[in-house]
């Protein structure tokens, strides 16, 4: 995919090497036209949106609201159902604090789940609200049968994650959303690694909460949004009150705004909030099955190329068709931490090392030291997998 150019960072060197950036489900890079949607703000209009009656705030508030417009575009939500926050974490605490849990009711999740959608969880489960976790194993596949069993009638909310950060796998939401709905529960779906890898349709999957990350997707850092249903959005309790939130208030209390505002509490980041928007815009553009197809021949030759290493082990399926473009491995007798570091200090190839917030999932496969996970993007190349996997192999040779 010919885009490397849209990146600027990627002309960098490091003493006098090119840098291979495999760090992707981490954060992203940025294209010129994230950077320049949000210099724009920051140069040509800064301004309250909402507020202010001038030239400056009215092109803020356009442009907040088109930032709305257009992410509700990415995932094909209706108006009014993507609430604007810093990130996925902050999107699940939404519906977490907001949502209703009447006594006796459970949430499922697996224990697979990324920390942002596991301890939130874990914190009602204190005030007793139940918490099921369905087990998923090495394969990181989740037994849609397993997930069934775990639903009843008193089952409130289940809450996956559609692509893990760790296997690569992603789960069916539809088929969630029908196990869940057909026990009278609701489905939020962590979408912090599938929004920017694959096509996302809310509607057509019937899922009641999503949330993604814009720095996942070519965005700033410090974005994210959450879609819900608009009655349900309606009916959640709001998180956090105070400027932007109401529409009025009294010395006893407050009328709320309506939905989205409600939860986007005071001055929002407004460049951030653009350059989000521009990265969905960039990635609409491309084309989101083309983006998934890009990644299905890219992470083919990376999952190969590591399956042809000494010592290793992976975690998820060996079949490249079952899982994104990332791979979490460990090579017997080397710690992922230095591999880590011997690939950034040898050649300038940055991958993730550790639990990747992931840590009931390595440790329920013994794996107290997490694994190292080079992920993919549309800007990387099959040039740089080779260099990749030449590099594992002089570290194989020498340290194990």
Known sequence: ???????????????????????????????????????????????????????????????????????????????????????????????????????????????????????????LAKKGVEHRMVPIGQNGILDMAALSKAVDRKTRLVSLVHTSNVTGTTIDARAAAKIAHDNGALLLMDGAQSAPHRPVDVRRDDIDFFAFSGHKMLGPSGTGALYGKKQLLEQLDQFIVGGDTVKDVTATGWVPEEVPMRFEAGLQDYAGAMGFAAAADYLMRIGMDKVRKEEEMLGKKLLDGVLSLDKVSILGPSDASKRGALVSFNIAGIAPHDIALLLSESENIFVRSGMHCAHLYHKSLGLDKGSVRPSLYIYNTPEEIDRFITAMKDIITHFS
Not at 2 to 21: E, H, M, Q, S, W
Not at 69 to 85: D, G, M
């Open 1 to 123: 995919m010919n885009v490397r150019n849209d990146f600027p960072i990627l002309a960098k060197k490091v003493n006098g090497k090119p840098i291979t950036y495999f760090d992707n489900s981490c954060v992203t890079l940025k294209p010129t036209q994230v950077i320049s949607a949000m210099d724009a703000y920051y140069t040509d209009f800064t301004a309250c949106a909402g507020r202010s009656n001038h030239r400056f705030a009215e092109e803020t508030t356009r442009r907040f609201e088109a930032a709305h417009h257009t992410l509700e575009k990415f995932i094909n939500a209706r108006e009014n159902e993507v609430v604007l926050t810093r990130n996925t974490t902050e999107a699940i605490n939404i519906v977490s604090n907001g949502l209703s849990f009447p006594k006796g009711s459970n949430v499922v999740t697996t224990n697979m789940e990324h920390n942002s959608n596991l301890v939130p969880w874990l914190r």
